[in-house]
């Protein structure tokens, strides 16, 4: 057994464990029966209104494309994904039983359907997620976690089974069985997508720059950073050349074992993005190469701060997959943009101000004809007393 760690991106650490065997488990519940379900959040989260994947749903859902997530399991019993994941492959030998939501709200981000009344969805909602379990790491550092050779045969299988690989978790020293893997995945024309870590003090600024994190610091990985909404940098992503592009990644919204949604924050839920991003160019380009995909997300990347811990800027979904002229093709007219998707509570809120404003224009009305009136009255009843008007029975007629 190595005396290596393979960390969470959440800044939890995870002791190496003994290699488990893989089994292949059916379909199932990623949480006991325990866990409670959480609130479900109705407003559009703020990282959907920034990428605004509604544009580019229209010319790409990332029909056809399997993301594999290294993580912990996937509640596949979440109604918003339900019948969009695979059959669990399991490293950690027992069938899951934990109430760890990080695999599941990795997996949400990616392919989460829509539903009715809540605004929360993944990024490409017609993409198969493909859970490869090597880690049940809670917040409390509890759980079991696969040790390296089991984490780099779980790559080689998800590369084997899946066109993108979402890597949720660092390594902060480098192993050659790791790099191997990930070197032959690139091979096979896969794109690996890794979480850029945790671990910048808090305390030190955007040019403190952090020692390298694993698979991110691969070459061919896409590393990604995480900001947050104002655009800022989370404080604890990290910094250095690794970063290559940066996603939402601070108190975003990600559903949670049983049901319902949690706010999370980090690399780890940035990287989900990227890998989305990427499961949507290749479903609706699947002609070009994994590295062809890779550039093409760096070279659309919307311009953030400058700095090694933002990369070449922000995902954008719309940009990678409708540019044309990146690599010699014809500039063509880009498709006009879908309207966007409606916050639920926002437009109830906005219609019962707008029924609000109407009574009050009908009450002012009237009470304006009632005081115009009343004063017309009032005018009538000075103008007889001046003239001494007295009311008399008419005089009948000769």
């Known amino acids: ?57 229209p010319l790409s859902t990332g029909d056809g494309v399997t993301v594999a997530v290294l993580d912990s399991a996937v509640d596949t019993s979440h109604p918003q994904l339900r019948g969009r994941v695979s059959a669990l492959v399991n490293y950690l030998g027992a069938p899951p039983t934990s109430c760890v939501p990080h695999g599941t709200s990795v997996a949400s981000i ?8 809540v605004g929360f969805q993944g990024l490409a909602p017609q993409a198969r997620v493909l ?3 090597v880690t049940d790491r809670g917040p409390d550092g509890a759980g ?14 998800a590369a084997s089974r899946a066109r993108v690989i979402n890597i949720s978790l660092v390594m902060r020293q480098d192993d050659p069985r790791v790099r191997a893997a990930i070197e032959d995945a690139i091979k096979a024309d896969v794109v690996v997508v890794a979480a850029a870590g945790n671990g910048h003090p808090t305390n030190a600024g955007d040019t403190t720059v952090d020692p390298p994190v694993y698979p991110a610091a ?16 989370l404080p604890e992503s990290q910094v250095g050349a690794y970063v290559d592009i940066v996603a939402p990644g601070g108190k975003v919204l990600a559903a949670t074992p049983g049901s319902g949604h949690i706010e999370v924050s980090g690399t780890s839920y940035a990287a989900p993005f990227v890998a989305a991003t990427v499961a949507l160019v290749r479903s609706a380009r699947p002609q070009l190469s994994g590295p062809e995909v890779v550039n093409r997300i760096i070279a659309t990347a919307t311009p953030a701060r400058n700095g090694p811990g933002f990369g070449a800027g922000i995902v954008d979904p719309y940009r990678a997959v409708t540019e044309e002229a990146l690599f010699g093709g014809q500039a063509a007219t880009l498709p ?14 906005t219609e019962h101000w707008q029924r609000l404003g109407h009574v009050s224009l009908l009450i002012g009305g009237l009470g304006l004809a009632l005081v115009t009136a009343l004063a017309f009255s009032a005018w009538l009843i000075r103008g007889g007393r001046r003239l001494r008007w007295r009311p008399t029975r008419a005089s009948r007629p000769e």
Not at 5 to 33: D, K, N, S
Not at 144 to 157: E, G, K
């Open 1 to 57: 057994m190595t005396g290596r760690r393979l960390l969470r991106t959440g800044g939890i650490a995870a002791t190496v464990g003994v290699l488990a065997v893989t089994v292949a488990l059916p379909a199932q519940p990623a949480h006991a029966a325990g866990c409670e379900p959480a609130r479900v959040v109705r407003e559009v989260p703020w990282a959907q209104r920034m990428l605004a994947p509604e544009r580019v749903w």
């Open 110 to 117: 990616i392919n989460a359907s829509r539903m009715a009344d």
């Open 131 to 133: 859970p490869v379990r």
């Open 144 to 157: 079991q976690a696969a040790d390296v050779t089991a984490f780099a045969t779980a790559i080689r299988t």
């Open 218 to 233: 691969y070459p061919g990985v896409l590393g990604v950073g995480a900001i947050n909404e104002d655009g800022t940098r």
């Open 336 to 349: 006009g943009a879908s309207v966007n998707q409606v916050d639920p509570v926002r437009q109830a809120r």
